[in-house]
């Protein structure tokens, strides 16, 4: 059974903070790992992807990769009330369907 | 651009009725098909998917059902709705590849009461 385990929140920073979201998951031979963000009510929209060890960015966000520790995360740099929203990460092992974890609620106060 | 179309947006049915949910998308062709239903508080659970005309993988035995019928769209039906089966009906849609990236649709929220 593959899983991907996401603390459910809610992660609660300041406007103008670093959030980092965490994510882990079950299956050694997973290859492609992404993020989403689900607005309340609304369908989830994709962010980030990352196959490889290590950092990817794209503009405020930063999506880190650890194979070995089987741990993906998310940074939002300068986070925004527009930001708050629920991540969900998601894991895709060879040419299977992805498997996401249920998300984790993250809230920006102004 | 590749655009993902669902309808209807919002469904209020009756325990017992039947269901239908239509997803088409443009712009791409051959794409692998997804339907997820996220029900309230609870993550996305992957219910079918499809890889070509006709071509349906079932990931959760229900009362439930997908068709296929042309490249592009794909349909969730059903014959007699139950209460559990509330929830947020996603579609989504991937190029075939393992790096691609899925894409969801607008999704439709369906209560059956």
């Known amino acids: 059974q593959k899983e991907v385990e996401q603390n459910s929140g809610p992660l609660s920073v300041p406007e103008g903070a670093i959030a980092s979201l965490n994510c882990t998951y079950s299956?050694?031979?997973?290859?492609?790992f992404f993020w989403y963000r689900q607005y309340s009510g609304k369908s989830p929209e994709l962010i980030m992807s990352?196959?490889?060890?290590g950092d990817k960015e794209d503009g405020r966000f930063t999506a880190q990769l650890n194979k070995a520790s089987q741990y993906v995360s998310l940074l939002i740099r300068d986070s925004q009330p527009s930001d708050s929203a629920t991540y969900l990460c998601?894991?895709?092992?060879?040419?299977?369907?992805?498997?996401f974890g249920k998300g984790t609620m993250l809230l920006v106060s102004p | 651009s590749q655009t993902i179309h669902q309808w209807p947006a919002t469904l209020v049915q009756p325990v017992g009725s039947p269901l239908s949910l239509e997803c088409t998308v443009e712009?791409?062709?051959?794409?692998?098909l997804y339907w997820y239903r996220q029900a309230a508080g609870r993550g996305l659970q992957l219910l079918f998917y499809?890889?070509?005309?006709?071509?349906i993988s079932s990931e959760v035995p229900q009362n439930l059902s997908a068709s296929r019928p042309q490249d592009r769209q794909f349909i969730l039906s059903s014959k007699k709705l139950l209460l559990s089966d509330s929830g947020f009906y996603l579609c989504?849609?991937?190029?075939?590849?393992?790096?691609?990236?899925?894409?969801f649709g607008p999704g439709t929220r369906l209560t059956v009461t």
């Open positions: 712009g791409t062709s051959n794409p692998n």
């Open positions: 998601a894991v895709r092992s060879g040419y299977s369907t992805l498997t």
């Open positions: 299956d050694r031979g997973s290859q492609s």
């Open positions: 499809s890889v070509g005309i006709g071509q």
């Open positions: 989504a849609w991937s190029s075939a590849g393992e790096a691609s990236w899925q894409y």
């Open positions: 990352i196959y490889s060890n």
